[in-house]
């Protein structure tokens, strides 16, 4: 194990020096030693490789040894760390354009991090989840991230990364904006309805009534004309949080 540990702690500083090559070799060197026995140590080892996959544009090679550490976190009874190496394959997943994969891993960890009560992993898969919902243009959904992002990392007193957070759910806003305008150009006055309604749940958030009721009333007009009864409820309630709220 001592072995394994020094190849490890070389392979981490030939790749802080971005020798990947150099790097692997130490790691690949310590993942022999582990070949059995002390799963803990084989999925950090694990993880390392990955991590020189990512860098040298191998993503196959990469999820197959993040999946081996998940395993061997897994088998070593390390919940949290398995979840937390998740992180790495949803990621993965996206950059490779598996977006169903990437998103169904980031919401079973967050999930599996949340029952395990771990606020900062949950508030840092969230903030990921806002941005790779923004690339996605899945507006409403990303907002919905980084808004529990925000509020995660508030409570936790991270300043810099609750920041960020709110720039992204700026972001997701002004995506809003953008696509309410192009329907609102195209004459489709559902798909607009929809979009104020979000735009009034999210004002709503940020507690500006003023706002919300506006965006809650437009919807309202549009989707009872349209006889849209659950929508046009939906928007009421909004009017009337923000009328509760003024």
């Given at each position: 194990?001592?072995?394994?540990?020094?190849?490890?702690?070389?392979?981490?500083?030939?790749?802080?020096?971005d020798r990947y090559g150099v790097a692997l070799q130490h790691y690949d060197r310590a993942r022999a030693m582990l070949a059995r026995g002390k799963p803990t140590m084989r999925g950090l080892v694990d993880f390392c490789r990955?991590?020189?996959?990512?860098?040298?544009?191998?993503?196959?090679?990469?999820?197959?040894?993040?999946?081996?550490?998940?395993?061997?976190?897994?088998?070593?009874?390390?919940?949290?760390?398995?979840?937390?190496?998740?992180?790495?394959?949803?990621?993965?997943?996206?950059?490779?354009?598996?977006?169903?994969?990437?998103?169904?891993?980031?919401?079973?960890?967050?999930?599996?991090?949340?029952?395990?009560?771990?606020?900062?992993?949950?508030?840092?898969?969230?903030?990921?989840?806002?941005?790779?919902?923004?690339?996605?243009?899945?507006?409403?959904?990303?907002?919905?991230?980084?808004?529990?992002?925000?509020?995660?990392?508030?409570?936790?007193?991270?300043?810099?990364?609750?920041?960020?957070?709110?720039?992204?759910?700026?972001?997701?806003?002004?995506?809003?904006?953008?696509?309410?305008?192009?329907?609102?150009?195209?004459?489709?006055?559902?798909?607009?309805?929809?979009?104020?309604?979000?735009?009034?749940?999210?004002?709503?958030?940020?507690?500006?009534?003023?706002?919300?009721?506006?965006?809650?009333?437009?919807?309202?007009?549009?989707?009872?004309?349209?006889?849209?009864?659950?929508?046009?409820?939906?928007?009421?309630?909004?009017?009337?949080?923000?009328?509760?709220?003024?």
């Open positions: 194990t001592a072995l394994a540990q020094l190849e490890t702690n070389l392979g981490n500083v030939y790749f802080h020096l990955s991590c020189v996959y990512i860098e040298t544009d191998q993503p196959d090679k990469a999820l197959k040894v993040l999946d081996s550490a998940i395993r061997a976190h897994e088998t070593a009874g390390k919940t949290l760390t398995s979840a937390q190496v998740r992180c790495q394959a949803a990621y993965i997943h996206f950059l490779k354009g598996n977006f169903n994969a990437a998103l169904a891993t980031y919401y079973d960890a967050r999930d599996k991090l949340t029952e395990l009560g771990s606020e900062q992993d949950v508030a840092f898969y969230n903030l990921d989840l806002a941005e790779v919902l923004l690339a996605l243009n899945a507006f409403e959904d990303s907002a919905d991230s980084a808004e529990k992002a925000q509020q995660g990392f508030a409570e936790l007193k991270m300043s810099y990364e609750a920041g960020k957070s709110l720039q992204l759910l700026g972001l997701a806003k002004m995506g809003l904006v953008r696509a309410r305008r192009i329907f609102e150009n195209s004459g489709n006055l559902t798909f607009t309805a929809l979009t104020d309604s979000y735009l009034a749940e999210l004002a709503l958030r940020r507690g500006k009534a003023k706002e919300a009721a506006s965006r809650a009333e437009r919807a309202f007009l549009v989707f009872s004309r349209q006889k849209l009864a659950t929508r046009s409820a939906q928007s009421r309630l909004h009017a009337a949080a923000a009328a509760a709220a003024s």
